[in-house]
T-cell receptor, first 112, second 113 residues
Framework: DGGITQSPKYLFRKEGQNVTLSCEQN?????MYWYRQDPGQGLRLIYY???????QKGDIAEGYSVSREKKESFPLTVTSAQKNPTAFYLC???????????FGPGTRLTVL | SQQGEEDPQALSIQEGENATMNCSYK?????LQWYRQNSGRGLVHLIL?????REKHSGRLRVTLDTSKKSSSLLITASRAADTASYFC?????????????FGTGTRLTIIP
């Protein structure tokens, strides 16, 4: 899982609540990404950030928000506007022009 | 829709046999990457092949790329029980001016001891 940590590993949320997933990296990577994975599916891009204080929407950004105030941190907030938030969330990072992404261990979010 | 589509969706083989997984994609790419995911864990990068390459090896892994057919294959030779995992191809391409990695739906590989 490299130098990327995600917390918590498991998260339970009641409907209507916002929740924030943590992603921290000590690899000094410029770019960071959030993906969502549903059972038996591939990864879908939620948001990404190529530099501090800048981020862009991915393919499924509705109902999510992010911030990138520090290079090493890229938290994801799942808002109550996200209609089906139960999923496995993966954070990744990439250095400059390198092609490979390094992934964290993931957070499994369950909405009760 | 996903850029990469893997085939088969699931594969079970005996330990020691070779496992082959295929990936097809739709548009021009800079490179194609294969990742592995153990159940409930993050993805781990296995191998990358650039658009001007046709074949690449890394240990027991062999990747081929056919840009004319927009397809790639991953071969794992002499499989081991520890190879049991899901394998994803990911295509790296310019999308809307930004470099983007798009993942396929994956092949779930089970090695039977």
């Amino acid at each position: 899982d490299g130098g990327i940590t995600q917390s918590p590993k498991y998260l339970f949320r009641k409907e209507g609540q916002n929740v924030t997933l943590s992603c921290e990296q000590n690899l000094n990577h410029d770019a960071m990404y959030w993906y969502r994975q549903d059972p038996g599916q591939g990864l879908r891009l939620i948001y990404y950030s190529q530099i501090v204080n800048d981020f862009q929407k991915g393919d499924i950004a509705e109902g999510y928000s992010v911030s990138r105030e520090k290079k090493e941190s890229f938290p994801l907030t799942v808002t109550s506007a996200q209609k089906n938030p139960t999923a496995f969330y993966l954070c990744a990072s990439r250095q400059g022009n390198a092609d490979t992404q390094y992934f964290g261990p993931g957070t499994r979010l369950t909405v009760l | 829709s996903q850029q990469g589509e893997e085939d088969p969706q699931a594969l079970s083989i005996q330990e020691g046999e070779n496992a082959t997984m295929n990936c097809s994609y739709k548009t021009s790419i800079n490179n194609l990457q294969w990742y592995r995911q153990n159940s409930g864990r993050g993805l781990v990068h296995l191998i990358l092949i650039r658009s001007n390459e046709r074949e690449k090896h890394s240990g027991r892994l062999r990747v081929t790329l056919d840009t004319s057919k927009k397809s790639s294959s991953l071969l794992i030779t002499a499989s081991r029980a520890a190879d049991t995992a899901s394998y994803f191809c990911a295509t790296d391409a310019m999308v809307g001016g930004n470099e983007k990695l798009t993942f396929g739906t994956g092949t779930r590989l089970t090695i039977i001891p």
